[in-house]
Every structure is written in structure tokens, then in C-alpha cells.
């Protein structure tokens, strides 16, 4: 991928990139595109936006230009423990769970006793996780709408590949089970991500063209206290759409952030607050400017 726009200010930190690149797309060569199948993708960009304040969060939209409608397109999560689904539960099998009206989750770590009861998986922690402390996440999907959430994961299934691949679920070592290049060090405790669940949101519509637009706000630790009391009400997040814009609206803390993404066409959109102090409002960046360096990485020169 490359990064094609940055922003960094007082309020905000915005960052978009053109990660097509990372996919099979129609922008391959014939060689390229026979040693990785077909042609899936058209366009991708991601926008990321993190917000600093009393409460901060961050506000990630993609755009999805697939080749074919037909193609599945699914935005993933990865989580270090089970996270909860605010949902009707559809469907439930080995390591999944399919949630419809769904909109939003919240994910927690737990300690590392909590999570694993073994000694070998602990020991796999002792090196990785350097904290004890429990963090937590709530998760707001306002794009697609009605989307299908599902959580997929937990001992025995914490490594799955792509669901939609028709290869996957063949290998009998429930390790390798959905990854379909049966890649050897994937199966190792000591070479895994400890991430052991995701989150995946799809639409339930099929079409070339898909806006995923996803809200996060993290927690420190938060020993004691319960979802209830940690994440903000549905009221609090909006999705406002215009002709040419997707936007979240939140009301968060007596602060009333709107930040809007272009639909189509080069990157863009704007940022805007509203509070108590006062209105700021600002473009969001359209290109990376020569030498930025961010405020608190500044370096004063010598007398």
C-alpha cells in the first residue's frame, strides 16, 4: 500500500492510503495475476482518523471497488480475548458465532490465567505481553448498514484463514483448519499472533461497491467495571450521509464530533467539534507534505 495524504494537529491525527496493492486487482500484470488468481479488486483505500480529547477514539472508513459484485468483502477485527456482540445470534458452530441487527461490540482482555489454562501458552504470553493491566475496546459499525457480524475464534480455532476461501476446512489439524496454504509455523504456539479472536463485519447485500465506516474507542485499564458503564450509548453515534459524503457523528462528553469521508474520487472529507469552548472545523488532508514532523517529536536546535 502507499500513504497518500497526513495530518497531524491538535486535535487530530488523519492518515489515507491506497492499499490496493495489497490485493489481487484488475491493476496487476498477467503474470502477477496467475500466481495470485483472479482479479478481485478494482479499488481500496483506508482513511483513519484518531481523535485525541477527554475521550479518544478513532474513526476508520473504506472504500471497496470490486471486480465482481459476487465477491465477498469483509472487514476484520483482530481481538486478544472473546469479544461480546450486541445482536440477535443467527447462527453458532465451532469457533464462530453469526450475529443479524447487529451494530456494535466490546472487547476486553482478560488476564493471562484467565485466558489460558495451559503452561506452554501461558509461557507464550510471559514473552509477548508485557502488561496485566485490562484493556478494552467498543466497536460501532455505522457502514454497512444492517451488516452481519461474526465472531470467530477461541482455543483450537484462533488461526482460521478466509471463511469464503473454498479451499479452507480440508486439513485435518485443527490448527491448520482454515488456513488453506497449510503454511507450517502458523501451527506453533511460539510463532502466533495473540490475538485469538476477530470480529468480521460484511454486508448482507452483494454489490461491486462497499463504504465500511467503523468507530473504536479504547479504555485503559478497566479492572472492576462492566460494559454497561464503559461504553457510550447507541444515541451517541450517528451516521449522517449527503450526496457526496459518509459521515459519524458523535456525541461524546459534551463534545460533538462529525467527521465525513468522500464517497468517491480522491481521498478527502473534514473534521469538525463542536463544544462548550467554541466551533474548530478543517479539511482533512490531500496529500503528504514534505519534512512534517509531529509536534511532540520536535526537536528544538541548539543555541
Not at 184 to 193: E, F, R, V
Not at 204 to 214: P, V, W
Request: hydrophobic share 35%; charged share 25%; proline share 6%.
Amino acid at each position: 500500500g502507499v500513504i497518500t495524504a497526513f495530518e497531524h494537529n491538535e486535535h487530530y491525527t488523519y492518515a489515507a492510503a491506497d492499499v490496493t496493492g495489497a490485493y489481487a486487482s484488475v491493476q496487476d500484470s498477467e503474470e502477477v495475476a496467475k500466481k495470485l488468481g483472479s482479479r478481485k479488486i478494482r479499488k481500496y483505500t483506508r482513511q483513519f482518523v484518531y481523535v485525541r480529547g477527554p475521550r479518544e477514539f478513532f474513526v476508520v472508513y473504506d472504500r471497496v471497488a470490486a471486480a465482481d459484485a459476487a465477491f465477498p468483502k469483509t472487514w476484520l477485527l483482530h481481538v486478544l480475548n472473546e469479544p461480546q456482540v450486541n445482536g440477535t445470534s443467527q447462527a453458532k458452530g465451532e469457533g464462530l458465532e453469526t450475529f443479524a441487527d447487529a451494530d456494535s461490540a466490546f472487547a476486553e482482555t482478560a488476564s493471562r490465567d484467565e485466558m489460558f489454562r495451559d503452561r506452554q501458552r501461558r509461557s507464550v504470553l510471559d514473552r509477548r505481553w508485557k502488561t496485566r493491566k485490562r484493556g478494552a475496546m467498543a466497536i460501532r459499525s455505522l457502514l454497512p448498514k444492517n451488516p452481519r457480524i461474526t465472531k470467530r475464534g477461541g482455543i483450537g480455532f484462533e488461526m482460521w484463514g478466509n471463511p469464503h476461501d473454498p479451499r479452507a476446512g480440508n486439513a485435518k489439524d485443527p490448527y491448520m483448519k482454515y488456513n488453506a496454504d497449510k503454511t507450517p509455523k502458523l501451527a506453533s504456539w511460539n510463532s502466533m499472533d495473540v490475538c485469538l479472536w476477530r470480529l468480521e463485519i460484511e454486508s448482507t447485500e452483494r454489490q461491486e461497491e462497499q463504504q465500511f465506516l467503523n468507530v473504536l474507542i479504547p479504555y485503559g485499564d478497566v479492572a472492576g467495571k462492566k460494559q454497561a458503564e464503559l461504553s457510550p450509548p447507541a444515541s451517541a453515534f450517528k451516521l449522517v450521509q449527503d450526496q457526496d459524503t459518509d459521515a459519524a457523528l458523535l456525541d461524546l462528553d459534551g463534545a460533538v464530533w462529525k467527521i465525513a469521508f468522500k464517497k468517491a474520487g480522491p481521498t478527502g472529507g473534514s473534521c469538525s467539534i463542536r463544544q462548550p469552548g467554541g466551533m474548530f472545523k478543517s479539511d482533512l488532508a490531500t496529500e503528504v507534505r514534505p519534512n512534517i514532523v509531529p509536534p511532540q517529536l520536535a526537536v528544538s536546535p541548539r543555541p
